[in-house]
């Protein structure tokens, strides 16, 4: 058998092929059916509405031969089917839940270290305009022209921004 794509693909080509069965009015079971095809039988009841269907054409087409079946009512088979698809949803989400778990994990770390590094940066900022105030102080009673105090304190707050830790990041 050919891979046919999605789920909802494959379930359209084995309804499409009982279709044709049933046109010709060709009497059909399971497992005739599973070999007609090309498939496991197997494989067939991954799908319990169509098999339901399948199996109560094959008992009215060949009651003798078709005395076991799978007897399911198509109510049966259709709880069957949902609760397959709620299976298979648990699971994806259960590992989609994992990964976003993770990943906010990732993130919460990644804040706490910013939060962090901006502590330190704006204690270094505090630090620096205190000494920047000192130092202008000092200056003017030394007697430094206006002119050299700003050079001084531009030269002061490029060696700052140098030195700063987030200055190599981004």
Do not use: N
Not at 13 to 32: R, S, V
Not at 55 to 63: D, M, V, W
Request: charged fraction near 35%; hydrophobic fraction near 35%.
């Amino acid at each position: 058998m050919k891979k046919r794509g999605t789920r909802q693909e494959t379930e359209e080509w084995l309804w499409d092929e009982f279709e044709k069965i049933k046109a010709k009015g060709q009497p059909t079971g399971p497992t005739a059916f599973a070999k007609h095809i090309g498939v496991d039988r197997t494989y067939l009841y991954r799908f319990p509405s169509f098999v339901a269907e399948l199996s109560a054409y094959g008992k009215q087409t060949q009651p003798s031969v078709s005395g076991r079946g799978v007897g399911l009512s198509k109510t049966e088979a259709k709880k069957r089917e949902i609760d397959a698809r709620v299976r298979r949803e648990h699971t994806q989400w259960s590992v989609e839940i994992s990964e976003l778990s993770k990943q906010l994990k990732d993130a919460k770390d990644e804040i706490a270290i910013l939060i962090r590094e901006k502590r330190d940066l704006s204690g270094r900022l505090k630090r620096t305009r205190r000494l920047c105030e000192l130092l202008l102080l000092l200056a003017s009673e030394a007697g430094v022209s206006p002119v050299e105090l700003e050079k001084i304190q531009a030269e002061v707050m490029k060696e700052q921004a140098a030195s700063s830790p987030a200055s190599g990041r981004r």
